[in-house]
């Protein structure tokens, strides 16, 4: 909200006044356990009309606003029955069929929900209103149909050699692609990883794999468009196994559909190099079709598990809430964006979190890890206890936010957060007018804000001359002033709360963060270094 503008702050969050921080509005304080004095009314009228001015599209968009308007039909009631859980569950079940979930899954689903919640521990009930009963039961059974648990790579090879992976997938899936984004990810686990490519029929497939390798440091066997598949497979496992690789990722053809030759040509693959993982590559935009696809491929030459493409432009959200339940075999990977990070492990717990709108803290602080070096966040912490923090550290902020992934990505794993394209777009201009009015700056002023005070006989001309070096207006400097000391104040409010070392534990009650789960706190108190701050950042 510090970026994107107190006005766009004040219609996502409803926020009284630039000195109280964004509090939810109460049916997301409700879902999250706050007190009611922390609560902000809803004002439905004017977010009904900012919601139908809002043009839905990105990662389960369209699901969760229905998942969204289903879970808030119970109203006051002060229990759950049979008979006031039909509207809501008549909702859900039409929720699932638009987001393109087969009908006999979306039939078991809603069984099961039903079962539950009127089955549900007596004890539990008295604990939880109606509504929050209810958005228990739906993230349990929708985590459930996802799968559970986090489904990783198979580690070990029975020979002791490497690992090896199998792609394949039908063409256009983003295949060879997904190979060196897994790769990649890989790498930076600090494994030693070589890439072949199988796919003698398109020569272009085998420049393209090299050309990725190259991209993100990893080695690749030169390409051999006159070799047989399963002879290159066996060459490129010798080669690891000779050179002490940890993993070898073969890429295969693929083909416009699913053939006996495709079908047979991966069999002899498998048969040769004996892969630890195959995974199939599937366009989460086909919705329950890739369900259909990993099944069919899957009775054919046994799967370990799939990779979902194109995730962060499905939604509806049919392939993800699908293929466990369909295909038997569980979803490991999920892409989201065109980089080479845009690679995610698949948590069927966070994102039924996304569904329901509950966001997803715990990936947010994950990116934020990455996107840091303890030093750094050593450092920005001491700055943050200190009040310190001056606008050199809040341009490194904005380099931090660029390496986590777009604002609109960032949202998604924000409680609450409910932001038009334009809103988003105007943010991220926002952000590069910002950098260049710093960028304008002295030395000096950049470390003391101070010398911009009004109050200062130089304080003005100095706002009028950062302007016109940066290209920017006089009232747009004097927003950045004001953020920056608002942030300043917001900072050390929120430190003031905090009574445990920053470094080993991540808060569930502060006024920037909502309530984590136990399950959550725990895993997250495992982080050895203090994150919450550059997640903290992000947030805001």
């Known amino acids: 909200s510090f970026l994107l503008g107190s006005t766009t702050a004040r219609t996502a969050y409803r926020l009284p006044s630039s000195s109280n921080i964004g509090r939810f509005t109460q049916r997301w304080a409700s879902r999250y356990g706050m007190a009611p004095s922390n609560r902000i009314p809803w004002v439905d009228s004017r977010m009904q009309g900012l919601r139908r001015s809002v043009h839905v599209s990105g990662m389960f968009d369209g699901l969760q606003e229905s998942m969204s308007n289903a879970l808030s039909m119970l109203g006051k009631d002060e229990k759950l ?20 979930v087969s ?149 295969t053809a693929g083909r416009l559909q699913i053939d006996d030759e495709m079908i047979g040509e991966l069999k002899n ?97 994950e ?18 206890k200190d009040g310190t923090f001056d606008f050199t550290d809040f341009k490194a902020q904005f380099g931090i936010m660029e390496k986590m992934g777009p604002l609109a990505q960032i949202g998604k794993m924000i409680p609450g957060m409910k932001m038009s394209d334009r809103e988003l777009t105007e943010g991220e201009k926002r952000i590069k007018r910002f950098t260049a009015i710093i960028d304008s700056m002295s030395r000096r002023e950049r470390a003391d804000p101070s010398l911009f005070d009004k109050s200062r006989p ?18 747009t400097v004097t927003e950045l002033i004001a953020t920056l000391k608002n942030m300043r104040g917001q900072i050390s409010a929120m430190m003031g709360v905090r009574q445990q070392p920053m470094k080993y534990v991540i808060p569930y009650n502060t006024i920037l963060l909502p309530r984590f789960s136990p399950d959550q706190v ?3 108190q495992k982080k050895p270094n203090p994150y919450f701050s550059i997640a903290s950042m992000a947030t805001a």
């Open 81 to 100: 029955t049979p008979e006031n859980i039909k509207k809501p569950l008549k909702q859900i079940r039409r929720a699932l069929l638009e987001a393109d």
């Open 103 to 251: 009908l006999p899954v979306v039939r078991r689903f809603v069984a099961n929900v039903e079962d539950k919640v009127l089955t549900m521990d007596v004890q539990i009930s008295k604990a939880l209103s109606p509504e929050q009963q209810l958005v228990k039961v739906v993230f349990e059974e929708l985590t459930a149909l996802m799968g559970s648990e986090k489904s990783d790579l198979v580690t070990g090879s029975p020979g002791g050699g490497p690992r090896i992976v199998l792609m394949a997938g039908l063409q256009g899936v983003g295949k060879t692609t997904q190979t060196g984004k897994l790769a990649n990810l890989l790498k930076k686990q600090n494994q030693r990883v070589l890439l072949a490519s199988l796919d003698v029929y398109r020569p272009a497939a085998m420049a393209q794999l090299k050309t990725l390798a190259n991209r993100v440091g990893v080695d690749v066997v030169e390409p051999n468009p006159d070799g047989k598949p399963e002879v290159l497979a066996v060459e490129a496992v010798e080669r690891a196994t000779k050179e002490g690789y940890d993993v070898v990722i073969l890429d």
């Open 458 to 475: 130089d304080g003005i001309r100095r706002r009028v001359r950062i302007a016109k070096g940066s290209g920017n207006t006089l009232e």
């Open 367 to 384: 990116k934020a890890e990455s996107a840091i070096s303890d030093k750094d966040a050593k450092s920005f912490e001491e700055k943050m």
């Open 522 to 524: 725990k895993e997250a």
């Open 269 to 365: 693959v498998k048969d040769e190099v004996q892969p630890t993982d195959t995974l199939l590559v599937v366009d989460a935009m086909t919705g329950q079709e890739a369900a259909k696809v990993v099944k069919a491929f899957s009775d054919a030459v046994d799967l370990t598990g799939a990779i979902l493409t194109k995730l962060d432009g499905d939604s509806r959200g049919g392939a993800a809430l699908s293929v466990n339940e369909v295909a038997g075999k569980p979803i490991k990977f999920v892409g989201v964006g065109e980089k080479m990070d845009d690679l995610d492990p698949f948590y069927p717990d966070r994102m039924a979190q996304r569904i329901l709108g509950m966001g997803d803290m715990l990936s947010l602080i």
